[in-house]
């Protein structure tokens, strides 16, 4: 099937950018992206400088495509109708309640996306699922649009993605693989091959990736629990070094020179966040009990226990070198976001040490560069409200937290200790020298990224 229309249903984090190069790539596309989220859509078509996702490199591309064949709409049902190929690029989170909740991935969004398909098509229609799903997902969405759909044919394809939030649009042009899931029937074969051909307007052929269908979506689970993986063992290395005198980043160095093994993702942090790992690898942890695999479950479910480990570690460190006696005192956070150059602070390690520090009674002020006041308190809220917390706590705590715009002249201002959580580079550019002078070498600075330039025994690192 010749493809001249694009309908993307999620103007996400994946959804924006993605069709944003695809759009670029293929300028006799029409791609157009669409949302149930009108304030998102008006955003995406508003000021370059306050588009709902902070890319390196995202605005000079809307900026380029915009309103000439990539579009951001509300009307779902007109997009649908028009297209020959549609993504569903909408949210999988971890479901909240009913069975699995809290680890299995809450497919409400997926199946309204393909109820709405059914409803409006009139023509044969190629599916994409690029949201990252429990493997057999197609299965639920075939049954979907076939007892719901108006006798048109659906094919599914599975086309995970693998872009990194901070890194998008690189990634999106220098993707190490695309991988392709389908079906081997005659006409899975040819929506496959419509698919290939988008991509390889930009992504050399050899890089497409073809497999099965079960193949593709089991693959993003189980890439992003490796990578989480690396990041865990890491961080477990890092409270082995605090107890021997091993230093981390040696360590690192050393484990990575192995080129079997590599140098990537062996930082150490206060832990991963992010939208992904954790409901990722909850929902596989899942599907390995679904299927009787318990040895297996338990083995991944220890990832994000280790790395709630950290969190916990690196909180407590905070508290234990203030004598445990950390009411009242002043503590400055540096970052929200999960990790730099991204808007994203969803799971980010900032929320978990941030509340725990305002529960024992801190006064905490924190600041980002790009995340403003308004998204820290509703992070902070929505962590309370599952942790079902009573609203007079709410209230007292908040009466404890402050957002600055002045971090540096906060933290000269009579901070008791400092916890450095997201890698953005300007934190290495402070004063660092003048920050301990000035605090008659009392303050603490506790590196949660070992990033700081020097070396001072009041800043420990992770
Ligand atoms: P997101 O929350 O940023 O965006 C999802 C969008 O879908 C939202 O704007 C929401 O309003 C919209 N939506 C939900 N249901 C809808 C419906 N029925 N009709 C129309 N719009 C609807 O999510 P995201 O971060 O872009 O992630 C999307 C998927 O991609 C998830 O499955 C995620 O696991 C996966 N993924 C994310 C990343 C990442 O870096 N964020 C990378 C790879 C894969
Ligand atoms: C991750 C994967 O890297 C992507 O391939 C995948 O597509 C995506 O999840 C997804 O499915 O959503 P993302 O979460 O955007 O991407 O960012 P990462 O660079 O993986 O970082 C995740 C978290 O791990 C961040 O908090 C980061 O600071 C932390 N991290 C990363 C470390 O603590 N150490 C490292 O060495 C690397």
Redesign the pocket.
């Given at each position: 099937m010749k493809i001249k229309n694009i309908c993307c249903i999620g103007a996400g984090y994946v959804g924006g950018p993605t069709m944003a190069v695809i759009a670029l790539n293929c300028p006799k596309i029409n791609v157009t992206v669409v949302d149930s989220n009108p304030n998102k859509i008006r955003a995406w078509n508003g000021d370059l400088e306050k588009l709902p996702v902070f890319e390196p490199g995202l605005k000079e591309i809307i900026k380029n495509v915009r309103n000439k064949n990539l579009f951001f709409s509300s009307d779902i049902d007109k997009s649908i109708d028009l297209s020959e190929m549609i993504f569903m690029a909408v949210n999988t989170p971890t479901k909240e309640s009913g069975v699995g909740a809290g680890m299995a991935a809450d497919l409400k969004y997926i199946e309204a996306c393909a109820r709405n398909i059914a409803k409006v098509a009139k023509s044969d229609k190629i599916v994409v699922e690029k949201s990252?799903l429990p493997v057999r997902t197609a299965e639920k969405i075939k049954e979907i649009l076939d007892s719901e759909g108006n006798d048109v044919n659906f094919e599914i394809l599975s086309n995970p993605?693998?872009?990194?939030?901070?890194t998008a649009i690189q990634d999106l042009f220098k993707s190490d693989r695309v991988l392709i899931g389908s079906d081997s029937t005659k006409t899975a074969k040819s929506a496959a091959k419509s698919l290939i051909e988008i991509y390889s307007s930009w992504i050399p052929k050899k890089k497409i990736l073809t497999t099965n269908v079960w193949s593709s979506e089991l693959s993003k689970l189980a890439?992003?629990a490796m990578?989480a993986q690396r990041?865990s063992s890491?961080n477990s290395f890092s409270a082995m070094c605090e107890k021997t005198g091993a230093d981390i980043k040696e360590l690192s160095k050393a484990i990575g020179l192995d080129r079997r093994i590599g140098p990537k993702?062996?930082?150490p942090?206060v832990g991963?966040?992010?939208?992904?790992?954790q409901k990722?690898i909850l929902n596989l942890v899942y599907l390995c009990k679904h299927y009787g695999l318990y040895e297996v479950a338990e083995y991944w479910h220890q990832v994000v226990k280790i790395n709630d480990y950290q969190k916990n570690r690196f909180t407590q460190k905070i508290i234990d070198n203030l004598d445990g006696k950390i009411k009242q005192k002043k503590i400055v956070i540096l970052g929200w976001a999960?990790?730099s150059n991204s808007n994203d602070s969803r799971e980010s390690a900032s929320i978990h040490v941030t509340a725990k520090l305002l529960s024992l009674g801190a006064n905490v002020h924190v600041f980002d560069p790009l995340i403003k006041k308004t998204q820290v308190i509703l992070d902070l809220k929505k962590l309370w409200k599952k942790n079902t917390l009573e609203k007079k706590d709410i209230n007292r705590m908040l009466n404890n937290f402050k957002y600055t715009e002045y971090p540096q002249e906060t933290i000269l201002d009579g901070t008791a200790a400092v916890a450095l959580i997201t890698?953005w580079n300007e934190f290495k550019k402070y004063d660092w020298n003048k920050i301990v002078n000035q605090s008659n070498n009392k303050i603490l600075i506790f590196d949660g990224r070992n990033i700081l330039p020097l070396k001072h025994k009041r800043i420990f690192k992770i």
């Open positions: 990252t993605e693998f872009l990194a939030e901070g890439s992003n990578l990041i890491i993702f062996l930082e942090s991963f966040g992010g939208s992904c790992f990722d999960f990790k890698d």
